[in-house]
């Protein structure tokens, strides 16, 4: 990857979204019909079918929460023309990092990372992430990527949920205050987009030492 660094800003535009099963699913479709935007940003009050990794669903209770997917075009990157595989460990890696940031500058130092993209606060999960890559030949084209961040829900009942993460919290149960959920989701795209970056800047081994340094191990499952 080339130490080129292009202006990338993530969450402009920004598509809100009443109830749609998943805003993954939705701004793949939007990429497959040709009318993505690259930096789009789409989110949701709420999801029926909220996509989590391994086929797992994100569930959220209405309007508490951030609910929402990115969109880049990275072929358009003169930084990822001659990518390799390695490039998109760096990227995810900075996604990871940039959403920790988010969280961390209002929950504090305890927000952690368990590999590969869920974030922690101690040792209870506050938030994941879902990337997924379009590959056309040799070229990587687009990258879908999906955050759901627990800010103000603090009951968590769903059975689904509690076999996904046994432990979940929320912004509002650490801080103990009520967050402006639209007011959270510029503070993530500024993060994201700062991490995004610096990844490009200092590559991908520089990006994945600083996720190792603030990753945690935690069995969660059930």
Same mark, same amino acid.
């Given at each position: 990857?080339?130490?080129?660094?292009?202006?990338?800003?993530?969450? $402009?535009?920004?598509?809100?979204?009443?109830?749609?099963?998943?805003?993954?699913?939705?701004?793949?479709?939007?990429?497959? $019909?040709?009318?993505?935007?690259?930096?789009?940003?789409?989110t949701?009050?709420?999801?029926?079918?909220?996509?989590?990794?391994?086929?797992?669903?994100?569930?959220s209770?209405?309007?508490?929460?951030?609910?929402?997917?990115?969109?880049?075009?990275?072929?358009?990157l003169?930084?990822?023309?001659?990518?390799?595989?390695?490039?998109?460990?760096?990227?995810?890696?900075?996604?990871?990092?940039?959403?920790?940031?988010?969280?961390?500058?209002?929950?504090?130092?305890?927000?952690?990372?368990?590999?590969?993209?869920?974030?922690?606060?101690?040792?209870?999960?506050?938030?994941?992430?879902?990337?997924?890559?379009?590959?056309?030949?040799?070229?990587?084209?687009?990258?879908?990527?999906?955050?759901?961040?627990?800010?103000?829900?603090?009951?968590?009942?769903? $059975?689904?949920?509690?076999?996904?993460?046994?432990?979940?919290i929320?912004?509002?149960?650490?801080?103990?205050?009520?967050?402006?959920v639209?007011?959270?989701?510029?503070?993530?795209?500024?993060?994201?987009?700062?991490?995004?970056?610096?990844?490009?800047?200092?590559?991908?081994?520089?990006?994945?030492? $600083?996720?190792?340094?603030?990753?945690?191990?935690?069995?969660?499952?059930?």
């Amino acid at each position: 990857m080339s130490p080129a660094t292009p202006n990338i800003l993530l969450g $402009a535009p920004l598509i809100e979204l009443s109830t749609i099963d998943s805003t993954n699913i939705y701004a793949m479709a939007q990429i497959k $019909a040709g009318l993505a935007k690259s930096g789009s940003c789409y989110t949701a009050d709420f999801q029926t079918n909220g996509k989590g990794q391994h086929g797992r669903v994100w569930e959220s209770s209405k309007g508490q929460n951030l609910l929402c997917s990115y969109i880049l075009e990275l072929n358009t990157l003169d930084a990822l023309k001659n990518w390799t595989p390695a490039d998109q460990i760096g990227f995810s890696a900075a996604i990871a990092l940039g959403a920790r940031a988010f969280f961390a500058a209002f929950a504090g130092s305890e927000t952690k990372i368990k590999k590969p993209n869920d974030i922690y606060f101690s040792d209870r999960k506050a938030g994941g992430i879902l990337i997924e890559n379009l590959v056309r030949g040799t070229a990587w084209t687009w990258s879908v990527i999906g955050i759901g961040m627990n800010i103000n829900q603090n009951s968590f009942t769903s $059975a689904a949920l509690n076999r996904v993460s046994s432990n979940p919290i929320s912004l509002q149960e650490i801080t103990n205050k009520n967050w402006d959920v639209k007011q959270m989701q510029k503070h993530l795209s500024e993060a994201l987009t700062t991490s995004i970056q610096n990844w490009l800047t200092e590559g991908d081994e520089k990006t994945i030492e $600083a996720l190792n340094a603030l990753c945690i191990e935690i069995n969660d499952k059930k």
